[in-house]
C-alpha cells in the first residue's frame, strides 16, 4: 500500500510541498503520491519549520556490504567451510 521505507530524494521532498501548497490535505496527497500520512506530515512540518534548509537525514551507521552480499558470503560458508576469504 504505502512504499517501503526509504530516504527521501530533493523532488519527492519539493513534490509533496508543492502538491501540499496547492490546498491538498495531507491525507489525499498520502493516497497520490503513496507514501504513509506520517511521511507527508513530517515533511510539511519540516518545511513549515525550516523551509527546504533542512532534509530528513540517515540515522545509524552506513552498512560495510549489501543484503546480497551477506547471503553470497553465506552460501560460500555454506559450501566449502574451509575456504580463505
Known amino acids: 500500500m504505502t512504499k517501503a521505507k526509504k530516504e527521501l530524494i530533493i ?3 519539493k513534490e509533496i510541498v508543492s502538491i501540499w501548497k496547492c490546498n491538498i490535505i495531507e491525507r489525499n496527497i498520502g493516497k497520490v503520491l503513496n507514501y504513509s500520512q506520517n511521511t507527508i506530515h513530517d515533511v510539511i512540518s519540516i518545511y513549515k519549520n525550516s523551509g527546504y534548509k533542512v532534509l530528513f537525514s540517515k540515522t545509524g551507521k552506513p552498512k ?3 543484503e546480497r552480499d551477506s547471503y553470497h ?3 560460500i560458508f555454506k559450501e566449502d ?4 576469504l
Open 11 to 13: 523532488f519527492e521532498y
Open 64 to 66: 560495510l556490504i549489501i
Open 73 to 75: 558470503l553465506i552460501k
Open 81 to 84: 567451510r574451509k575456504v580463505n
